[in-house]
């Protein structure tokens, strides 16, 4: 974890083995993890040229580009992704993003179905599919995607969760709830099914409930000030006053400046 450290070692690398293109991979991913990301980027960049062959470079790339919402480079790089590697549904996933950043819809659909022409069982593509039907309000159509998904991957916490909110959007809130239930089992760890599920039990009177979803995610979320203002919030309504002060305080060193944390 020490980045800066092993930055400067992987530097001295490439000055010895400066026509190494996997150590030129290596310092942008420390780079990276410095938050340098345009030095990473002019690396990825030159390991990239140097290697044609270095599809972990080249998937990077791409990643760093839609990152950093530069759409036209993320759909250069993803190009030369597919035609190294016309058999990766990675690669049309991306070319996907690249255009939905663009605002071109209908392409980044024609790439997400080339995805699964590949690879029927590939959860990302039904995951943004589903998305995408879900923006056009086609509900029928992105549940088919969902329950592809979990057919190959029951615990797939995306899926999972896009079941709930079409159940939601059904009025069917007892199918939702299981859903949410199933995805906080499963990723206890996860804020957004936890939070989901936190304040289903608030709307519903369910404190007791609320107060133990929220202290999980909470435990496992310790710096987030979603988490712990659900926990301050879940002991207030449980009358647990001395604690819930404690997180209120705890909230506001998180966010000093949040109105909402002060009041």
Do not use: C
Not at 102 to 117: C, F, N, P, Y
Not at 206 to 235: C, F, G, H, Y
Request: a negative charge.
């Amino acid at each position: 974890g020490d980045y800066s450290k092993g930055s400067e070692y992987i530097e001295q690398a490439v000055e010895l083995a400066p026509d190494e293109a996997s150590l030129r991979a290596q310092l942008a991913m420390a780079f990276l993890g410095e938050g340098k990301s345009s030095e990473a980027e002019a690396m990825l960049e030159s390991a990239t040229e140097m290697n044609s062959d270095l599809i972990r470079a080249d998937i990077v790339l791409v990643q760093l580009y839609l990152r950093n919402n530069e759409y036209d480079k993320a759909l250069a790089a993803a190009e030369v992704l597919a035609k190294k590697r016309p058999d990766a549904p990675l690669a049309y996933n991306f070319l996907a993003a690249a255009y939905a950043g663009k605002g071109e819809r209908v392409k980044s659909r024609e790439q997400l179905e080339k995805a699964l022409e590949i690879s029927p069982t590939f959860s990302s593509a039904h995951i943004n599919l589903a998305r995408m039907d879900l923006q056009d309000g086609n509900g029928a159509a992105a549940r088919l995607h969902y329950e592809a998904v979990l057919k190959n991957s029951p615990d797939h916490l995306n899926a999972m969760l896009g079941m709930a909110t079409l159940d939601e959007m059904a009025g069917r809130l007892s199918e939702a709830l299981t859903w949410l239930k199933k995805a906080h089992q499963a990723h206890p760890e996860a804020l957004q099914p936890g939070l989901r599920l936190y304040r289903q039990y608030i709307a519903t009177g369910e404190r007791l409930k609320a107060l133990q979803v929220a202290r999980t995610v909470a435990d496992a979320n310790p710096k987030s000030p979603a988490a712990i203002e659900a926990l301050a919030t879940s002991q207030l309504v449980n009358d647990d006053l001395n604690n819930a002060m404690v997180n209120y305080e705890k909230l506001v060193e998180l966010s000093p400046d949040s109105a909402q944390a002060n009041l």
